[in-house]
């Protein structure tokens, strides 16, 4: 189950990353764009909560990755929503003709 979830996670991740590159040139995303990468950040963080209890109950079905499959994984959406973040905080600053602001992810 919690291998599905994160394929969903993934998919509108992907869903979302499109919505946002057709966005015309020059234009600053949403504030409705910013809390949909908020929810999928606060998705991943509780997937990997999900992934630490199952890690930690024993339990694993045939079709969840194995634990080094699943922090690749994480780790990647990681890096991934973090590029995203960057990227929607430059557009937002660059629309506003401001110098961008740090994004704490560095």
Do not use: C, F, N
């Amino acid at each position: 189950m919690i291998g599905k979830l994160w394929k969903a996670a993934q998919t509108q991740l992907e869903a979302h990353e499109a919505h946002l590159a057709e966005l015309p040139a020059g234009t600053a995303a949403s504030e409705t764009d910013a809390k949909t990468l908020a929810t999928l950040a606060r998705t991943v963080r509780e997937l990997v909560a999900l992934d630490s209890a199952a890690a930690g109950e024993g339990g694993k079905s045939e079709d969840d990755p194995s634990p080094a499959e699943g922090l690749r994984r994480v780790e990647e959406l990681r890096r991934e929503l973090g590029r995203r973040l960057a990227a929607l905080a430059t557009e937002e600053a660059g629309a506003a003709g401001a110098p961008p602001h740090g994004d704490g992810l560095t």
